[in-house]
């Protein structure tokens, strides 16, 4: 029987570092995908359809909400989105861990379907820093950045609901330590017995 997967739950205030975190990552696990979420916010550059994001329209998110198609949705900065139930469930069910990088109130929803899953905020080392953090993006305007910060405090007010915490003051350590969680889950005694019963059955006799 397949060891079902984990799924990870990453958020982060705009400009911590989540996204670039994850991307570094990836290369370094050989069993986790990254969920791709849907969306009524417009494509930005670069983005695609289907890898980013799945990009549609109001009508349509609100048919899939109708449908209870998500297992999480939100309203962000007046954009929503959602996670497809099916999708992760499909996954999970693989053995294949899931990484979702969604906000506090999708976080909470997610840990009501899946009371295993691992919850990891990332944090900036200061207010400040994370400011300039995202005027350096160059992605959006001063009145933006600046509801943005406001949206980031409360964000991290709620970093204590989590399992993880990172401080993403230096990348290199900062990609180290999410690995660091990632190694330890996969070495649980559960997930070790799925894994390698054959070699552990032999040693244990």
């Known amino acids: ?32 995908k990254v969920s791709i979420s849907y969306t009524t916010r417009p494509a930005r550059a670069g983005e695609v359809h289907g890898v980013n994001y799945f990009f549609v329209d109001e009508a349509t998110f609100a048919q899939m909400v109708a449908n209870n198609s998500f297992m999480e ?11 497809s139930h099916d999708w992760v469930a499909q996954i999970l069910a693989q053995g294949t861990d899931v990484i979702l990088e969604i906000d506090w109130q999708g976080a909470r929803q997610c840990r009501m379907f899946h009371p295993d899953s691992l919850l990891i905020f990332i944090l900036p080392p200061s207010k400040a820093i994370l400011q300039q953090r995202l ?44 690995q660091a969680i990632f190694t330890a889950n996969s070495l649980k005694t559960q997930r070790q017995l799925a894994r390698n019963r054959d070699i552990l059955d032999k040693i244990l006799l």
């Open 1 to 32: 029987m397949t060891q079902q997967g984990t799924l990870y739950i990453i958020s982060a205030p705009s400009g911590a570092g989540k996204t670039s975190l994850v991307n570094a990552l990836l290369p370094q696990l050989s069993n986790a």
């Open 73 to 83: 949705y939100a309203t962000v900065f007046g954009y929503h989105y959602g996670t």
């Open 135 to 178: 005027e350096a993006r160059r992605l959006d305007s001063p009145e933006v950045i600046k509801r943005r910060l406001g949206e980031a405090a409360k964000e991290m007010s709620h970093s204590h609901e989590y399992d993880y915490i990172i401080i993403n003051d230096d990348f290199s350590c900062a990609l180290a330590e999410l």
